[in-house]
């Protein structure tokens, strides 16, 4: 099996990490002799802490890197010092940082980065995937409308659903039902901010989907009833 998390924060060791450590349970409590774990984290501050929580997993690579869809081989990143000391809400995007804590003093560093279909190509080295999962605060939709499915197949996609506008989500669902993607309910974060879509056509999950345009977060737990689950 091969995992990866694109935006790993500190894993489960951040007390607070309620929005992140659902990837981190769930790896701890499937893994296998031979399952291969790629985590990037692009705030060099939650390394360490990265590497201490998969401490008990062999098979876990950790990269220092930021992912983005534009072909600059360094770019900025940001984050609130008030997030201190796991840094959860790091970002491209100053005023994605700026929305979360409108009150903190935003700071910056310039990190390597690479596309995603780059980082998959030169470092995971596999087209097949069993599931990646894109938190990356703010670019998260980019991300994945970048990727290239045709090329590389990957079983299970979670992506945070949180800050996808209105025609982002019209978008997204259209690109992954075109892919082969069926909508399958929540994914592995605590407070539900991401969807999981699977590889497998199920024709009733993918009229339900078309709802999640219009279904308010709250209300999301009773559509999720009626999905057929992989």
């Known amino acids: 099996m091969i995992y990866i998390h694109l935006g790993a ?4 060791l951040d007390e607070r990490a309620d929005l992140r450590c ?3 349970e769930l790896i ?8 291969k774990i790629f985590l990037v984290e692009a705030n060099p501050a939650n390394i360490e802490k990265l590497k201490e929580s998969y ?15 534009s072909k600059e081989s360094r770019l900025n990143f940001y984050y609130a010092e008030e997030d201190a000391p796991h840094y959860q809400i ?5 005023e994605h940082v700026q929305k979360h804590y409108p009150n903190s003093t935003i700071k910056k560093f310039n990190i390597r980065c690479l596309t995603i279909n780059d980082f998959l190509k ?6 097949e995937i069993d599931y990646l999962s894109i ?26 659903h949180y800050h996808l506008k209105k025609n982002e989500k019209r978008n997204l669902l259209k690109h992954l039902s075109n892919k082969g993607y069926s909508y399958s309910g929540f994914g592995y974060d605590h407070n539900n901010l991401d969807y999981l879509f699977v590889k497998k056509k199920i024709l009733w999950n993918q009229i339900l989907s078309k709802l999640l345009i219009y279904v308010r977060f709250k209300k999301l737990k009773y559509l999720n009833f009626l999905i057929i689950k992989d």
């Open 22 to 24: 659902g990837f981190t």
């Open 122 to 127: 030169n470092f995971v080295k596999e087209t």
């Open 135 to 160: 938190d990356l605060e703010g670019i998260d939709y980019e991300i994945l409308m970048s990727l290239d499915l045709d090329k590389f197949n990957i079983k299970r996609i979670s992506i945070e």
């Open 28 to 35: 701890k409590k499937n893994y296998r002799n031979g399952d």
């Open 55 to 69: 401490n008990d997993i062999p098979e876990v690579n950790i990269f220092n890197i930021g992912i983005s869809s």
């Open 90 to 94: 790091t970002s491209i995007k100053s």
């Open 9 to 12: 924060g500190a894993g489960d």
